[in-house]
């Protein structure tokens, strides 16, 4: 399919999604939102694809929401499309998206990178919720999801200030994995997919599913979650051959059921 406003390509397994606003920083706009969702509809119902990597430019990864197109919204075009709700079919995705960040993440950008499964950083990745000094808030999950990740204080002075976060600070707080040269993050974080690609399906799905659950529920609520759906893989032929695999001392081949 053909995107305004992205770049798609499969490569492999692996399905490569490139933010491609660059005039705007890859501000992010109605177009980008559309367009990001059919390409993680096609994703996820393509079984030739197992994983997904999200980019941006060396630049920016997303500068943020499109301040152009919301500056001059009232309060009833906000709440009454219920604006950003789109959003959450994004992070609907079952099968895991990684997010490769060099530049500026900002506002939107960071909410997005946010709602991938984990975030790869450039050593020239900066992060932050600078929205206080457009005189609003975050309006994508910022201030919920940068709260679990980092933590209330740093959350809070990054909400508060507007301050940036560079790569080494995001790696200390825990908002990123890993931090890589900006040359090669593109390279590291297909490579990394490619590993994730190689996996069980039916794994990958569940492990996405299972380490998410740890953020919307209760230990106890989360650990049981966790066993049943384990309980449930011994049901399916990859668990069979995975084991059988290991102790034959040779790798696994899946058929996905
Ligand atoms: C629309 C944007 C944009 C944005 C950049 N641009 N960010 N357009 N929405 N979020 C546009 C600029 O207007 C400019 O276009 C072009 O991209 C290049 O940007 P510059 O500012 O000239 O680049 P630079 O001087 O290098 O500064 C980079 C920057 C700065 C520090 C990232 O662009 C910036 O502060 N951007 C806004 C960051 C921000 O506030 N994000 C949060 C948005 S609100 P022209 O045509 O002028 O050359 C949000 C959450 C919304 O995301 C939730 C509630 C509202």
């Given at each position: 399919a053909?995107?305004?406003?992205?770049?798609?390509?499969?490569?492999g397994?692996?399905?490569?999604?490139?933010?491609?606003?660059?005039?705007?920083?890859?501000?992010l706009?109605?177009?980008?939102?559309?367009?990001?969702?059919?390409?993680?509809?096609?994703?996820?119902?393509?079984?030739?694809?197992?994983?997904?990597?999200?980019?941006?430019?060396?630049?920016?990864?997303?500068?943020?929401?499109?301040?152009?197109?919301?500056?001059?919204?009232?309060?009833?075009?906000?709440?009454?499309?219920?604006?950003?709700?789109?959003?959450?079919r994004?992070?609907?995705?079952?099968?895991?998206?990684?997010?490769?960040?060099?530049?500026?993440a900002?506002?939107?950008?960071?909410?997005?990178?946010?709602?991938c499964?984990?975030?790869?950083?450039?050593?020239?990745?900066?992060?932050?919720q600078?929205?206080?000094?457009l005189?609003v808030?975050?309006?994508?999950?910022?201030?919920?999801?940068?709260?679990?990740?980092v933590?209330?204080?740093?959350?809070?002075?990054?909400?508060?200030?507007?301050?940036?976060?560079?790569?080494?600070?995001?790696?200390r707080?825990?908002?990123?994995?890993r931090i890589?040269?900006?040359?090669?993050?593109?390279?590291e974080?297909?490579?990394t997919?490619?590993?994730?690609?190689?996996?069980?399906?039916?794994?990958?799905?569940?492990?996405?599913?299972?380490?998410?659950?740890?953020?919307?529920?209760?230990?106890?609520?989360?650990v049981?979650?966790?066993?049943?759906l384990?309980?449930?893989?011994?049901?399916?032929?990859?668990?069979?051959?995975?084991?059988?695999?290991?102790?034959?001392?040779?790798?696994?081949k899946?058929?996905?059921?």
């Open positions: 053909d995107y305004e406003t992205i770049l798609v390509e499969q490569r397994a692996v399905t490569l999604v490139t933010l491609n606003r660059p005039k705007a920083l890859n501000a706009n109605s177009q980008v939102l559309s367009d990001l969702l059919a390409a993680m509809a096609a994703f996820d119902a393509d079984d030739s694809q197992r994983c997904a990597v999200l980019t941006g430019s060396e630049k920016a990864f997303a500068a943020g929401a499109d301040i152009k197109e919301m500056q001059h919204q009232g309060f009833a075009d906000m709440y009454g499309h219920d604006f950003f709700a789109g959003w959450d994004f992070t609907r995705t079952r099968k895991p998206i990684i997010a490769a960040v060099a530049g500026y900002l506002g939107g950008g960071c909410e997005v990178a946010m709602m499964d984990f975030i790869l950083a450039a050593d020239t990745a900066k992060f932050g600078p929205e206080v000094k005189a808030t975050p309006g994508m999950g910022g201030s919920q999801r940068l709260t679990r990740a933590g209330k204080a740093k959350a809070m002075e990054m909400c508060l200030t507007g301050r940036m976060m560079d790569a080494e600070e995001a790696e707080a825990g908002l990123v994995s890589v040269p900006a040359a090669d993050l593109v390279e974080a297909m490579k997919a490619t590993t994730i690609a190689e996996m069980a399906p039916l794994a990958a799905i569940a492990n996405k599913e299972m380490v998410n659950a740890a953020y919307e529920t209760t230990l106890s609520a989360g049981q979650f966790e066993r049943r384990f309980h449930g893989l011994f049901g399916s032929a990859d668990q069979k051959e995975g084991m059988a695999a290991f102790v034959e001392k040779r790798p696994g899946w058929t996905g059921k």
